[in-house]
């Protein structure tokens, strides 16, 4: 930790030196001072306006995370997250060899896991990350092979393009399911009542009277059709039907995620990196025409190719669809709705009304905010600039609190200045871009808080006249260096594209907006600065 009193010292020196020097580039005055103690420096607290913006259907395609399950929320509704996906032999043209029998065909797909203890005998416990529900919620899971055949090109554009798919084309790929779902076994946790499950995967080995135990962290693993996979598989591998990746593409097009409530039971929703999974077909097969002996082998099909998650919304709350439907975007919202996948954002915007010239007080409009022109007429020196968001805890209820909010230039469909150059990074995403910051602040557990920093945006605004006060959108995401957008299927006078980490988001929150009723609460832009002599 800083020595508080020393640094402070030093800072001052820096900015006397500064000044003696008459060094016109302030933009570097303050850099990497973050946190709640800003030495004397005086504070501004800007105007804001923040009103919220439904996102409809969204592009959800090869998303780096897809959400399966179904989520129940207080404040939002009900989210229901379907699947699909293309599959790869990992070796094409396999060859089966003599008489061959299927002993078992295996679906896994590894959840997202922390090990937390491990014992004498080397079992673990593990506790699973990106799961929302209850621990012992159920679904009805559904797994088909897929008549959807997805193309990487969009013919509308002359095949220039890639192909776009949408959150709500579930309907689209339910109708093109082929037969009988595939995870058929009598084992109902693998079907109608299935659950995620953090147990730990075991099995053992006995080879010469030594046994050999493999263990698998937790995940997905469902038993399917064996007699499909001899159809499908084994007896086509002589139709030529298997000996090439765009052939075997178009043969088998895919499996389809298809999940329902399971009876009365409270459902749960998981993140999935689906690209992990895999589809092993276990077999036997003879050495030789006369031998009888049977040799285990197995071939793979990997859960690779062109994706796309496929959301839908249901029994959804009152107040979310009245504030996403009459957003006020003039004096702006007392709450503001965030929600990942087809959800809805909020966006900001800095500084106010223009009623004025380039003095921000006389004259007529100029095209820039009141406040900025007098900022800009004020020679400070920017020492810090945070959005600080408050939650409602009262509509956000008991709904699981998001971890991080993101906030980019929603005109430029980009990140802002100080995303770009936060540096910090660490071991999990979840934990990076620290000095941006967005995560989930819960020192005061009766008021929870989010605070990005958006020193350098401010300071260029400050500095460099002809910048322009672009529009902020701010939204939940499930990753902080995603900093990508995906097309809205019909663009709205506001927005045509989002940022990717909220589509692959299934979570949401209610903020306190810029026209809160409690104005402790309220959403605020805090500007620390210092006056300077020039």
Known sequence: ?????????????????????????????????????????????????????????????????????IYDTEAFGTTTANFNTQVALQTVAPTFGNNPVIESVVLTIPYFSVQKTIDVNGDSTYELDSIYGPSDAKIKLSVYESGYFMRNLDPTTGFKETQKYYTDQNSDFDNSKVGARLNDATDVTENDAFVFSAAEYKSSVTTDGVTTVTRTKPGMRLNLNKAYFKTKIIDASNSGKLATADTFRDYFRGLYFKV??????????????????????????????????????????NLTGNTVSLLQESNKKAAYTDATTNANKITGDEKLYLKGGQGSMAIVELFG??????????????????????????????NEANLVFHVDATTSGSDAKVNRIYLYDVDNSTRVADHASDGTASASLKASKLIFNGLLNKTTESDNTYKIRITDQIRNLIKNQDST??????????????????????????????????????QGVVLYGSKAVSADKRLKLEIYYTKSNK
């Not at 020393?6 to 008459?22: P, Y």
């Open 260 to 301: 329902e409530k399971s009876g009365t039971s409270p459902s749960a929703l998981a993140m999935l990196n689906f690209s992990e999974g895999k589809i092993t077909i276990n077999y036997k097969e003879d050495t030789s025409l006369t031998d009888a002996t049977r040799v285990d082998k197995s071939v793979v099909i």
């Open 353 to 382: 009304k223009d009623l004025y010239g380039s003095d921000g007080k006389t004259g007529t409009p100029n095209g820039v905010a009141d406040e900025l022109d007098i900022l800009r007429s004020n020679n400070w020196l920017i």
């Open 1 to 69: 930790m800083f020595n508080s009193s020393f640094f402070k010292k030093i800072l001052l020196a820096s900015v006397a030196i500064s000044l003696f020097s008459c060094d016109k580039d302030v933009n570097t005055i303050g850099d990497g001072i973050v946190g709640d103690d800003h030495f004397g420096f005086e504070k501004l607290t800007s105007e804001v306006i923040a009103y919220n913006q439904k996102i409809s259907a969204v592009q959800s395609n090869n998303l780096p995370v897809n959400a399966l399950g």
């Open 469 to 506: 006060n672009v529009k902020l959108g701010v939204v939940v995401t499930e990753d902080i260096n995603t900093i990508s957008t995906s097309k809205l299927k019909v663009a709205n006078s506001t927005i045509e594209d989002v940022a990717t980490a909220s589509v692959m988001s299934p």
